[in-house]
């Protein structure tokens, strides 16, 4: 295959620390359908024996070329874009290192991508969630999570976008100029924001990806990302007037304050109560208001305190009723 064929893809993983992980993923594009031209793993600094286990991984698959790219440790979005300049595929495919993809996700995205049209630009996948606990939760594919041609005014609604599903044409990521590195987080919103404003997207309703959730992503605050997330959507719209004359400024702000107001019901219902008031704060400094918002505001006049002493009032009387209702013999 050579360079720029039609329906190439070229699969990026950006690399730090990827083990235990690294293996099932590498191994998952390797075993695509349609075979990706190539695989390049960028390793960003990784101080475990990643690299060393890339190259065994390029050793041992002589039918997918697997190229190993190592680079001081930069961060996540310089890293992909590392891996998209290297890249000579008509497609480039976002894989991360703790997660994997169903052999026939490449197969399928190019089919829709086609049935697309030449203005697509980007083809993402339903997922599922692999939870600590061993659970694989799929997501819903339905609403606004099928997010279909000139879709930018959809992107504001409160919901993921698998990053690792995507495949995005190259020339599209090049005219924009890949990703943003100053994108400490939420890198992927901003990328596809700006997609947005250049072509369709396409989505083929299947779950596809495997998304894994262990400690260490788990670890992130959600307080910290949503800052990110909220100046990716206020810089694209400065950036494109015309869009946000379309669009309306009240819709905008009224999609930022409710994905505020979803991060607090489940901040709050998982107890993250630090996080939960440092995200009415934000609410606050960024004139970010809803009903929702402002009831939320009243739930926070709570003393934690008292809070967590519900709580175990609650637990205990759930205890109490369970022993009554199964007494023992």
């Known amino acids: 295959m050579t360079a720029d064929a039609v329906d190439s893809v070229s699969v990026v993983i950006p690399c730090y620390n990827g083990l235990p992980y690294l293996p099932e993923s590498v191994q998952s594009a390797v075993a695509q359908t349609h075979r990706p031209m190539e695989i390049i793993i960028v ?5 475990d024996s990643s690299a060393r286990v890339i190259q065994e991984l390029a050793e041992a698959n002589e039918a997918v070329s697997i190229r190993l790219i190592q680079q001081p440790n ?3 979005p310089a890293a992909r874009n590392t891996g998209i300049r290297a890249a000579r595929g008509q497609w480039v495919a976002m894989l991360d290192t703790d997660d994997w993809w169903e052999p ?3 197969e399928k995205q190019i089919q829709a991508a086609n049935v697309a ?3 697509c630009v980007m083809v993402h996948t339903g997922w599922f969630y692999h939870l600590p606990d061993g659970r694989a939760v799929p997501k819903n594919l339905d609403g606004p999570s099928r997010r279909v041609g000139w879709c930018t005014e959809a992107l504001l609604e409160p919901t993921s976008t698998g990053h690792p599903s995507i495949m995005v044409q190259r020339d599209a990521l090049n005219r924009i100029g890949g990703y943003d590195p100053s994108y400490r987080q939420s890198c992927d919103i901003d990328l596809y924001f700006r997609l947005s404003a ?6 083929v309703p299947e779950h596809l990806l495997h998304y894994r959730i262990h400690a260490k992503q788990m670890s992130a605050s959600q307080v910290d990302q949503i800052p990110f997330h909220h100046r990716a959507v206020r810089e694209f719209f400065e950036k494109h007037p015309k869009i ?4 309306g400024r009240e819709r905008i702000e009224s999609a930022l304050a409710e994905h505020v107001a979803c991060k607090l019901e ?6 993250k109560l630090e996080d939960f008031r440092r995200l009415l704060e934000y609410a606050r400094e960024q004139n970010l208001d809803n009903p929702v918002i ?3 505001r009243r739930r926070a006049k709570w003393p934690i305190w008292l809070v967590r002493l519900k709580d175990r009032l609650g637990s205990v009387g759930r205890a109490d009723s369970a022993a009554t209702a199964n007494p023992e013999p």
């Open 43 to 47: 390793d960003d600094g990784s101080t």
């Open 74 to 76: 930069s961060g996540e």
């Open 104 to 106: 026939t996700k490449l």
């Open 117 to 119: 049209g030449p203005e």
């Open 198 to 203: 250049v072509g369709t997207f396409a989505f």
């Open 244 to 247: 946000e004359s379309r669009i």
């Open 266 to 271: 489940s901040l709050w219902w998982r107890r």
């Open 294 to 296: 402002r009831q939320w």
